[in-house]
């Protein structure tokens, strides 16, 4: 069956430390990837997407991600955070398979000062 | 930049009545969606749209739910006959044709059955 694994449901960092956010899939066909951020009481907003050719793909507000098809993962990072990066990100897949996207359960983030 | 807009942003209502969520998707966009988010948990698929048809359906989106794209810019998510736990809130998303195109969410309509 198709999953999504989000394995960390907070992480708490301090502001201008480094941040990985781990995403773990399983999807019969060939994945399509996507990182989501929610600040509260909104939307869902997307950072990063991955489909084809460079395994490191960048997106908005400095976060980058690498798809490991090996490891079955697609993990988030971003260099130096900002208090403003605290919110829940999601990971989410697609496939050619299917029209729908599942959702990892998210992580929480909290940035300390 | 074009975006995804919902009403109304939130909505009570009572238990047994029923209730219509709009969206107005992204004019050039070909797929539309309806997702759900119980309060702190997972954002869960409810339906897909394609060519004025459902695409693909979860297994929430029972006889209770029917969507609807009544003209060329609003789609919408009827709920027949409310219950407690359907007390979410609720997204649309819309997307371009390309299969590998990511989702654009609106902010939702938080809804609330008393």
């Known amino acids: 069956a198709q999953s999504v694994t989000q394995p960390d449901i907070h992480i708490t960092v301090s502001e201008g430390a480094s941040l990985e956010l781990r995403c773990n899939y399983s999807?019969?066909?060939?994945?399509?990837l996507f990182w989501y951020v929610q600040s509260p009481g909104q939307g869902l907003q997307l950072l990063l997407k991955y489909f084809s050719g460079d395994t490191l793909v960048q997106g908005i507000k400095g976060f980058e991600a690498e798809f490991k098809r090996s490891q079955s993962s697609f993990n988030l990072r971003k260099p130096s955070v900002h208090w403003s990066d605290a919110a829940e990100y999601f990971c989410a897949v697609g496939s050619s398979g299917t029209y729908k996207y599942i959702f990892g359960t998210g992580t929480r983030l909290k940035v300390l000062a | 930049e074009p975006e995804v807009t919902q009403t109304p942003s939130h909505q009570v209502t009572q238990m047994g009545q029923e209730v219509i969520l709009r969206c107005v998707p992204i004019s050039n966009h070909l797929y539309f969606y309806w997702y759900r988010q119980i309060l702190g948990q997972k954002v869960e698929f409810l339906v897909s749209f394609y060519n004025n048809e459902i695409s693909e359906k979860s297994e929430i989106f029972d006889d209770q739910f029917s969507v609807e794209r009544p003209d060329g810019s609003n789609f919408t998510l009827k709920i027949r006959s409310t219950k407690l736990e359907d007390s979410a809130m609720y997204f649309c998303?819309?997307?371009?044709?390309?299969?590998?195109?990511?989702?654009?969410f609106g902010n939702g309509t938080r809804l609330t059955v008393t």
């Open positions: 999807y019969g066909a060939t994945p399509y």
């Open positions: 998303a819309s997307k371009q044709g390309f299969v590998h195109s990511p989702l654009h």
